[in-house]
């Protein structure tokens, strides 16, 4: 598949294991965090998201942590399976209002890989 | 079934010979945006629209126009390809993107490998 970055932070774990990305945003004034995993040669797809307002929130197997004192991001997976070796990356959206309220900001990207 | 599709999917031009991208969506999404991928930089966007003749750039936009006269469709176009726009582009859709509600997932196409020589 397709490269999709060099010099990415990685992160390998074991079949099993529970997992954690990290991101530190950029904005103090960004109000929505999104993460989105990408498997080689495809498209990123949306995994979760988060609004400043909140602390955490939780889907299935997965759950975002927002600390807005230290600006910092985390993706939690429960059980990591090999289907969730990807590359995993978060966006922020500023709160500028106006023409800037389409704008998104995606981080470089953490590779993980999940060993069977 | 509900999608992003986007044409073509590799193209290799010379620099100059002015192309289109298209990118189309059969979800009525409100938001599109257009991204590029290159290694080592992740996800950048170039323009995005809100809605139908409502366009904003992004964070790379130099090089790039956009257009949205249907709510469908969001068309790259380059006028005047260069070496420094070869790259992965990707075009997304949301119903609208919002800060924080049940409706932000937004749908990536499949992604369209540009090489300009």
């Known amino acids: 598949g397709e490269s999709v970055g060099l010099h990415l932070p990685t992160l390998s774990v074991q079949e099993g294991d529970n997992s954690i990305i990290n991101c530190a945003y950029s904005n103090s004034a960004s109000d929505y965090f999104i993460w989105y995993k990408q498997e080689s040669g495809k498209g990123p797809q949306f995994i979760i998201d988060i609004r400043s307002n909140m602390d955490k929130r939780q889907g299935q197997r997965v759950t975002v942590l927002l600390n807005k004192t230290v600006k910092h991001l985390s993706l939690q997976i429960a059980a990591t399976q090999p289907g969730d070796s990807a590359v995993y990356f978060c966006a922020e959206k500023p709160n500028a209002g106006g023409t800037s309220y389409g704008k998104l900001t995606f981080g470089q990207g953490t590779i993980l890989t999940v060993h069977p | 079934e509900a999608q992003v599709t986007q044409n073509p999917r590799y193209l290799i031009t010379v620099t100059g010979k002015k192309l289109t991208v298209t990118c189309s969506q059969n979800?009525?999404?409100?938001?599109m945006s257009w991204y590029r991928q290159d290694p080592g930089l992740g996800l950048r966007q170039i323009y995005y629209?809100?809605?139908?003749?409502?366009?904003d750039k992004g964070d790379v936009p130099e090089g790039y126009k956009v257009s949205r006269k249907e709510k469908r469709n969001f068309p790259l176009i380059l006028e005047s390809p260069s070496p420094n726009q070869t790259s992965l582009y990707f075009c997304a859709s949301s119903l609208f993107l919002l800060s924080g509600g049940p409706y932000n997932e937004q749908f990536f196409g499949p992604g369209t490998r540009l090489t300009v020589l």
């Open positions: 979800m009525n999404h409100e938001y």
């Open positions: 629209s809100m809605n139908v003749e409502v366009t």
